[in-house]
């Protein structure tokens, strides 16, 4: 296990954040950019990925690359996720720094701040460490009585989307809307609609997930150009180790789209006409700029069959779920065919009537996550909790 937790640390530790997911560490990259031009005396730590180093945050362990989801996946996984939090919770109790900001990824990050709160190292429980949570785990989809836990180990919660902050009006937490990141005025959105540009598939973060879904998409794309055979593909990675994942199912299942199917970075720039998506992060990226397309998603069956009987909403991708209606389609489990993927993908390229009004929905999201109504942004946030550290 390549670490770096035994490594020196130079002076008193302002801040520890702990990201387990791409988009998590992307989005913290983002607060650590600007909290170090507000403050470049600042002393960040990092459990997170390449974003965050990148950034300017010291990275301790790249935990981004080890992101899995759904029950039976951290089971398989149990062994290293011990010792991961094991190595962390020594670390925190060595160094001491003066607040832990956790993002999203509640599973580990919940269990985290309650071992904080229990060896009284928080604040809450009488220690000098302020816990601090940024995106927060979707307690409105399932798993809602996690706001107690939560109010009892965290000072305060940032949150992205407006209608959370209602999520925990019955408990006495601090929360505040920092404003969406992708609707930020100094985030760029690279993902663009252009009726004359690609087929853009999204196939998800996390190992075990895209080695499920992308060959679906893939087999979709195929079927798509035995009617429309011009069509060329563009996919979007986040880091190396998943560009080597996505390129050997490509090149070993799929020999005859090699050179009709493409590779960028995530943070890079891509003209698309239509989308077929899992329910990812990214995915929000399609709906703000009104790229018409599909939601698809298939877990490990137990896994999906564990989701049904607990999560309570009509809706996995993230747009539906904002605006309560269907501006996607969405194909789960055993209803994502290849045959319905690439009828859904024809439509999204051939019917203006449906893309208008997906245009329209797009005009919707932006007004929802705008940050008008924030009091701080996320930046500011941090500086302000930090604040109360250093007075007292």
């Not at 607040?99 to 809450?124: I, M, Q, S, T, W």
């Amino acid at each position: 296990m390549h670490s770096a937790f035994n490594a020196p640390v130079e002076g008193s530790v302002d801040l520890l954040i702990i990201a387990g997911e791409h988009s998590g560490d992307e989005h913290a990259a983002a607060m650590v950019r600007n909290l170090r031009a507000a403050n470049p005396s600042l002393n960040i730590y990092a459990i997170g990925g390449g974003e965050l180093k990148a950034a300017g945050a010291k990275l301790l362990f790249d935990l981004t690359e080890a992101s899995v989801v759904g029950f039976f996946e951290v089971l398989k996984h149990y062994g290293f996720f011990k010792r991961i939090f094991s190595e962390t919770l020594n670390w925190i109790r060595e160094h001491k720094p003066k607040a832990v900001c956790f993002v999203d990824y509640p599973g580990f990050n919940l269990r985290l701040a309650k071992a904080l709160y229990e060896e009284k190292l928080a604040h809450k429980a009488g220690g000098a460490i302020r816990l601090l949570y940024y995106i927060s785990p979707q307690i409105w989809a399932w798993k809602a009585k996690r706001r107690f836990a939560m109010a009892k180990y965290l000072d305060s919660l940032a949150v992205i989307f407006p209608f959370e902050v209602a999520c925990y009006k019955d408990t006495d937490l601090d929360v505040q809307f920092v404003g969406h990141p992708f609707i930020d005025k100094h985030f760029h959105n690279n993902i663009l609609y252009d009726k004359n540009g690609r087929v853009l598939l999204l196939p998800g973060s996390r190992k075990a997930a895209v080695k499920r879904i992308f060959p679906l998409m893939l087999d979709a794309f195929l079927r798509l150009k035995r009617t429309m055979p011009d069509e060329k593909a563009v996919v979007l990675y986040p880091t190396p180790f998943l560009h080597n994942i996505l390129k050997d199912i490509l090149e070993t299942d799929f020999p005859t789209l090699v050179d009709q199917v493409s590779f960028l970075r995530s943070d890079e720039m891509v003209t698309a006409k239509a989308v077929l998506m899992s329910s990812g992060t990214i995915s929000l990226q399609c709906s703000i700029e009104g790229v018409p397309g599909v939601v698809v998603y298939k877990a490990n069956l137990f896994t999906y069959l564990l989701g049904r009987m607990l999560i309570k909403i009509p809706y996995l991708g993230i747009a539906n779920i904002l605006l309560n209606k269907g501006m996607y389609p969405e194909y789960i489990q055993g209803k994502a065919t290849t045959k319905a993927l690439s009828t859904e993908l024809e439509k999204a390229i051939k019917d203006a009537k449906n893309n208008l009004r997906v245009k329209g929905l797009s005009d919707q999201i932006k007004e929802l996550l705008a940050c008008k109504k924030a009091k701080f942004s996320v930046h500011q946030w941090v500086l302000d909790q930090l604040n109360k550290v250093f007075i007292g």
